[in-house]
C-alpha cells in the first residue's frame, strides 16, 4: 500500500501598490500569486509556479514595478482573478491541501479580494503563518521579514525580494528548516 504524500502549498502574492496613498478609486489587488509545492515527508521543494494576475480596480504603478519587477504590459497580459482562483484549485489542490504564507497578509488579501469580487475563496482552513512559527521557534522578539529570516536561517535569498514565485520558493525553504528541526504541525 502507498503512503500519501503530505505535500503544502507555500503561496506569496504580490498586489498593486503606491508610495504613500493609492490613487482616487484604486484599491490594491493580487497582481501575482507565485506557489511552491512542498513535501513535507521528504523534505523537498517540489515545483515553482506563478500565476499572473490582471488587476480591474488598479494599475501597476511605478512604485510597484521598482518593488516587484512587474508592469503594468505584463500583469495584462494575466488571467482574472477569479480564474487564478479556479487555477489554485483546479491544478494545485487549494481547498484540500494545507497551505502557508510569511504572516497573515496573503491569506486576509485573498479573502478581501475574494469578497470584494464575489470570487469564491480558494482555500482551505488549513493555513500556517510561517512567519510566526519561525519566530516562535527560534524563541525571536520581533517577527522578522522572509529576507531577514533566511539571514538568521543562514540561507541565502534566492532569485528576486518581491517576486511572488521567488518568495514563495524561498519561504519553502524555511518551511522545510522548521520541519527539519520539527518544528513544523504535523497535521
Given at each position: 500500500?502507498?503512503?500519501?504524500q503530505?505535500?503544502?502549498?507555500?503561496?506569496?502574492?504580490?498586489?498593486t501598490c503606491?508610495?504613500g496613498?493609492?490613487?482616487?478609486?484604486?484599491?490594491s489587488?493580487?497582481?501575482e500569486i507565485?506557489?511552491?509545492?512542498?513535501?513535507?515527508?521528504?523534505?523537498?521543494?517540489l515545483?515553482k509556479?506563478?500565476?499572473l494576475?490582471?488587476?480591474?480596480?488598479?494599475?501597476?504603478?511605478?512604485?510597484?514595478?521598482?518593488?516587484?519587477g512587474?508592469?503594468q504590459?505584463?500583469?495584462?497580459?494575466?488571467?482574472?482573478?477569479?480564474?487564478?482562483?479556479?487555477?489554485?484549485?483546479?491544478e494545485?489542490?487549494a481547498?484540500?491541501?494545507?497551505?502557508a504564507s510569511?504572516?497573515?497578509?496573503?491569506?486576509?488579501?485573498?479573502?478581501?479580494?475574494?469578497?470584494?469580487?464575489?470570487?469564491?475563496?480558494p482555500?482551505?482552513?488549513?493555513?500556517t503563518?510561517?512567519?510566526?512559527?519561525?519566530?516562535?521557534?527560534?524563541g525571536l522578539?520581533r517577527?522578522?521579514?522572509?529576507?531577514?529570516?533566511?539571514?538568521i536561517?543562514?540561507?541565502?535569498?534566492?532569485?528576486?525580494?518581491h517576486?511572488?514565485?521567488?518568495?514563495?520558493?524561498?519561504?519553502a525553504?524555511?518551511?522545510l528548516?522548521?520541519?527539519?528541526?520539527?518544528?513544523?504541525?504535523?497535521?
Open positions: 500500500m502507498e503512503i500519501p503530505r505535500l503544502l502549498n507555500v503561496v506569496d502574492v504580490e498586489a503606491w508610495e496613498q493609492p490613487p482616487p478609486g484604486a484599491v489587488e493580487i497582481i507565485g506557489l511552491t509545492v512542498v513535501d513535507l515527508d521528504r523534505r523537498e521543494r515545483a509556479h506563478r500565476i494576475v490582471r488587476p480591474r480596480r488598479s494599475t501597476v504603478s511605478a512604485f510597484c514595478t521598482e518593488l516587484t512587474l508592469t504590459a505584463e500583469v495584462d497580459t494575466g488571467v482574472e482573478f477569479a480564474a487564478a482562483c479556479r487555477l489554485l484549485v483546479d494545485h489542490r481547498d484540500s491541501r494545507p497551505w510569511w504572516g497573515d497578509y496573503d491569506r486576509k488579501q485573498f479573502e478581501r479580494q475574494c469578497r470584494a469580487t464575489g470570487t469564491r475563496y482555500f482551505g482552513r488549513r493555513h503563518n510561517v512567519k510566526l512559527r519561525f519566530t516562535e521557534a527560534r522578539r517577527r522578522p521579514g522572509m529576507a531577514e529570516a533566511l539571514g536561517a543562514g540561507m541565502p535569498l534566492e532569485g528576486r525580494h517576486s511572488g514565485a521567488d518568495d514563495a520558493w524561498n519561504i525553504a524555511l518551511v528548516e522548521l520541519a527539519g528541526d520539527g518544528e513544523w504541525p504535523e497535521a
